[in-house]
C-alpha cells in the first residue's frame, strides 16, 4: 500500500546546500536566556558523553562563546557535528523539563553555534600537552576514531590515526550528505584534533597497507579498531544480478565524491529522471531517498515491511523526507526484482492489498551493514562473535581477547548514532591511559 503524503509538496530545486542555517548571535543568546539551569537538569541525563549542557547555556546567555566552547571540550571533540547530526530529540532536547509546554531548548543549535563561532573566530587555542605517555594507534576516522585520538592526545599520548580513504572523517565525510553535515565542518573537527598533535596517516588500508603485527612492531603500545560497519547486507531474493540493484552506502559515498570533483557524474549510479525505490527506513534510507531526489531523480519511494510507528529513522529525518517529495510504501515486503534483458523494471511486493509490482529504474538497498573482517583475518587472537563484531572485555574498557588490542563503536556493537560511537569512545580511551599506563610501570618494575 502506497501512501502519498507529497501532495502539499512545492516545487523547489533541491541543492546539497546545509538546511539548517543555524542561529544568529542574537538568536542563540536569546535561546540560551530561556534555559531555567534547573537543579537536576535533565537534559544532561539524557545526553550520551555527560556534557555539562546547563554550564554551556548559561555562559553563551551572558556571551561567553569562548567559555561555552572550553565547557564543552571538556567531554566532546566533535561538537560542530553533533550539534548538528545527533539525534537530540531523543537524548538531551528530548529531555528538557521545558518540554511539557512544547517550549525545550534548542540545544543542539546552541552546540552547533558555539562551535561555528569558535572556528570562525579561532577563539581557543587548547594547549598541546608533551607526548610522553606512549604511543597508540587508532584504525579509522569516524566519530570513534576521533573521540579516541582526540581523548589519548589530551591525556599526553601520542596517537596516529589511519585512514583507508584520501582524507579523513569516515562515516562523517563520506555517509552523511551535504545537506545535513557540510563536509568543511568535518574537516574543521579533524584539523583541530590535529593541532592536538594527532598524526593522520589517509590511503592506508589496514590489513593490507600493514598490519597489526606491524605496528606493534614499530612501537605501538595499543592499538584502537574503529573502522565500524563497512560492509553491507545484501538482498538476496530472485534477481538480485539484474543491472540497477545498489547499496544505498555506495550511492551515498559517489555522491560525496562526484560533489567533491572526485567522480565523473556517470560513475553515480542514480540518473536524472530515474524512478527510484529505498528498500529499509533507517536514517541511511532516509539520506539516499532525500539525495536521490538532489540528483534530479522524477520519483523516489521508500518501501518497509512495517508501519510508520515502527520506523528506525530519527522522526526529523522522516518528516524532512516527506517534505521534500519522498513516498512510502507502508506493509510491504519484497518478492524478488523483476527485470528485462538484464536490467531492473521493477520489484515485486506482497502487502495487505496483494501482490503487485513497483515500476523502478534503481533500487537502493538500505538494510544495514556488518563489519568488515580485514582487520581480524590478518591478526591472530581476535575473537568475533558469530555475526562478526568484535568481542571486548570490560576490563580493562573496550579490549579485545588479544593484549593490547581495543575496539570500540560500530564494530563491536549494531550501528549507532553518532554520539553514541563517541559515548563507547570515550570510555575505550580511558581503558586504553590504564593499560598503557599499567603496561609502562611494569617495564619499569
Not at 598541546?128 to 587508532?138: R, S
Not at 599520548?157 to 572523517?169: D, I, L, M, Q, W
Not at 518501501?303 to 510504501?329: C, H, M
Not at 515486503?333 to 495487505?352: H, I, N, Q, R
Request: net charge neutral.
Amino acid at each position: 500500500m502506497i501512501i502519498d503524503k507529497s501532495s502539499n509538496f512545492n516545487e523547489k530545486e533541491l541543492n546539497f546546500d546545509e538546511i539548517d542555517q543555524g542561529f544568529t548571535t542574537k538568536e542563540a543568546i536569546a535561546e540560551a536566556r530561556r534555559c531555567l539551569n534547573c537543579s537536576k537538569p535533565q537534559c544532561r541525563t539524557g545526553c550520551p558523553i555527560d556534557n555539562n549542557i546547563p554550564a554551556f547555556i548559561q555562559a553563551l546567555s551572558k556571551g561567553n562563546i569562548g567559555e561555552a566552547r572550553e565547557i564543552i571540550a571538556e567531554r566532546s571533540n566533535l561538537p560542530a557535528v553533533c550539534g548538528r547530526v545527533c539525534p537530540h530529540e531523543k537524548q538531551c532536547e528530548g529531555h528538557c523539563i521545558l518540554n511539557k509546554k512544547q517550549q525545550g531548548i534548542k540545544i543542539g543549535k546552541l552546540e552547533r553555534f558555539i562551535a561555528d563561532f569558535d572556528a570562525e573566530m579561532d577563539l581557543s587555542k587548547e594547549k598541546m600537552p608533551a607526548k610522553t605517555k606512549g604511543k597508540v594507534a587508532v584504525i579509522g576516522s569516524g566519530p570513534a576514531g576521533l573521540t579516541v585520538a582526540g581523548d589519548l592526545a589530551k591525556e599526553g599520548f601520542n596517537v596516529v590515526v589511519y585512514e583507508a580513504e584520501s582524507e579523513p572523517g569516515g562515516v562523517l565525510l563520506y555517509g552523511i550528505p551535504e545537506y545535513r553535515l557540510p563536509k568543511e565542518v568535518v574537516r574543521q573537527e579533524t584539523e583541530r584534533i590535529a593541532s592536538l598533535g594527532v598524526t593522520f596517516i589517509t590511503n592506508c588500508l589496514v590489513g593490507e597497507s600493514i598490519t597489526l603485527d606491524q605496528m606493534f612492531a614499530q612501537g605501538f603500545d595499543a592499538v584502537f579498531i574503529g573502522t565500524g560497519t563497512a560492509l553491507a547486507k545484501d538482498l538476496t531474493l530472485p534477481g538480485r544480478e539484474l543491472h540497477g540493484i545498489v547499496q544505498a552506502t555506495y550511492f551515498l559515498r559517489t555522491v560525496t565524491l562526484y560533489n567533491q570533483g572526485n567522480l565523473d557524474r556517470k560513475e553515480v549510479p542514480v540518473n536524472e529522471g530515474d524512478k527510484v525505490l529505498l528498500i529499509g527506513a533507517g536514517n541511511v534510507a532516509m539520506d539516499a531517498a532525500r539525495t536521490a531526489l538532489r540528483l534530479g531523480a522524477s520519483e523516489v519511494t521508500v518501501v518497509y515491511r512495517r508501519q510508520e510507528s515502527e520506523i528506525p529513522a530519527l522522526r526529523a529525518e522522516y518528516e524532512g523526507a516527506v517534505a521534500e517529495g519522498v513516498k512510502f510504501s507502508w506493509q510491504t515486503s519484497p518478492l524478488a526484482f523483476v527485470g528485462e534483458g538484464g536490467v531492473l523494471t521493477g520489484l515485486e511486493v506482497a502487502s495487505p492489498a496483494g501482490k503487485t509490482v513497483l515500476k523502478a529504474d534503481k533500487i537502493l538497498l538500505a538494510i544495514g551493514s556488518r563489519p568488515a573482517a580485514r582487520i581480524v583475518s590478518t591478526t591472530t587472537g581476535i575473537e568475533v562473535n558469530p555475526a562478526g563484531y568484535v568481542i571486548t572485555k570490560e576490563r580493562p574498557y573496550g579490549m579485545t581477547t588479544r593484549k593490547g588490542v581495543f575496539a570500540g563503536g560500530d564494530v563491536v556493537h549494531q550501528p549507532a548514532t553518532v554520539v553514541l560511537a563517541m559515548k563507547e569512545a570515550k570510555l575505550v580511551a580511558k581503558g586504553i591511559a590504564a593499560y598503557v599506563e599499567a603496561k609502562k610501570l611494569l617495564e619499569e618494575c
